[in-house]
Structures are given as C-alpha cells and as structure tokens.
C-alpha cells in the first residue's frame, strides 16, 4: 500500500511539477531567447502537448492506483481524486478543444509577429491564449489542493 501511495505522489508530483516548469521556465524562456514569437510559440505548443498527454496519463494512473489501494468507490470521490478529475478535465478541453483552435489560428495567420493588430483571427488567437493560461492555471491550483487533500489523508490515519 506504501508504494502504491507513493507511486500516486510522484504521478501528481511529477503533473505538477512539469506545470510549473512549463509556466515559469520554458514559455517566459522561449520568449526571451528565441528570435521571434513565433518560434516562441512553436516550442510552447510542443511542449505544452507533451505535457498535456503526460498529465492526461499521470492522473490515470494516481485515480487507478487509489483505487487498487483502497478498493471502494469511496476513494474515487474523495476530495483528492475530484481535483485530479478537475486537472484531468481542463487538461483534456484544452488539449482537445483549445490548442487545435489555437493552432489553426496560427496556420491561418501564417505570422503572429506579422499579423496586423486589428485582425480578428489575432483576437480570437489571444482571447484563445487567454482561456488556455486560465486553464492551466487552474489545473495548477487543483493539484495544489490534490497535493495537500492527500497529505491530510496520512495524517488522518
């Protein structure tokens, strides 16, 4: 049961951690670095749907995990598991319903650098940018509360 529950911690561990990096190391990185934002943006992507998949995949696993480990239905509505369910949801519309979108957009574009301001394809892009940071910030948040919901559940015991 000791290695189930802490197969569950690095699963969610590892979900957050890559948020974290992505979010405060690599975009505000790539942005700096590279050439243009285009290039910018092009690694963002790529990363961001590594790390989708990843999360999609981790939470998976720690909501199986609890359920070998306490065989109930109980452990799959705990308030733990509701904020993996919560990451695992945002993470899915955003990499099924968002970035597609968003992706199309810059195909149509050709350039962000180059598209004038007054475009609409540039507005819906950033209102699109917009919905995608909310997202990933509130996966952030529910693995922050799923981290400190299964803490309590040891100390519990």
Known sequence: MTLL????FLGLSAW???DIFLSFVVAPGAFAVLGSRDQAGAIVGYS????????IVCGAVILLLRWLRMRSLAS????AAICVVVMMILTVISQLAVSPRMVALRVRMVSIETTEAWNPLLGEFRRLHTVSVGMESGVLLAGMAAMFLMVREILAR
């Not at 529950?5 to 569950?8: L, M, N, V």
């Not at 799959?76 to 308030?79: I, T």
């Open 16 to 18: 957050l951690g890559s």
């Open 5 to 8: 529950r802490a197969i569950e």
């Open 76 to 79: 799959l509505v705990a308030p």
């Open 48 to 55: 961001l749907t590594r790390m989708h998949w990843m999360g």
